[in-house]
């Protein structure tokens, strides 16, 4: 089974920053695009920022310039560096993978469209 985890969500006034993070557990061998994605109450889940695994990054026009996405490729770890947070942030923060190869022995396993659990961010005074 492959789990993502996602740490680093809280309360952070306007202006503030936060790093969430999000690693990757079981056998992994690779992982394609990782990318964060968001929902605010009422709306639509939104791809927030993408980093695929040749390097290449997307990010929503909201946050340009404010978040900048990053990866670990060893630790299977990605994370959303989030600077100047406006209100407007506020939302859940979901990690997302399109597709996961895992090893079983000598077997490759692919697991597509994973999804992490959430974490809260909220930005308020």
């Known amino acids: 089974q492959v789990q993502l985890v996602e740490s680093g969500g809280g309360l952070v006034q306007p202006g503030g920053s936060l790093r969430l993070s999000c690693v990757a557990s079981?056998?992994?061998?690779?992982?394609?695009?990782m990318d964060w994605y968001r929902q605010a109450p009422g709306k639509q889940r939104e791809l927030v920022a993408a980093?695929?695994?040749?390097?290449?990054?997307n990010y929503a026009d909201s946050v340009k310039g404010r978040f900048t996405i990053s990866r670990d490729y060893a630790k299977n770890t990605v994370y959303l560096q989030m600077n100047s947070l406006k209100p407007e942030d506020t939302a859940v923060y979901y990690c997302?993978?399109?597709?996961?190869?895992?090893?079983?022995?000598?077997?490759?396993?692919?697991?597509?469209?994973?999804w992490g659990q959430g974490t809260q961010v909220t930005v308020s005074s």
């Open positions: 997302h993978a399109d597709a996961i190869r895992r090893t079983l022995g000598v077997t490759s396993i692919y697991d597509y469209d994973v």
């Open positions: 079981g056998s992994i061998f690779s992982i394609y695009t």
């Open positions: 980093l695929t695994s040749g390097g290449s990054t």
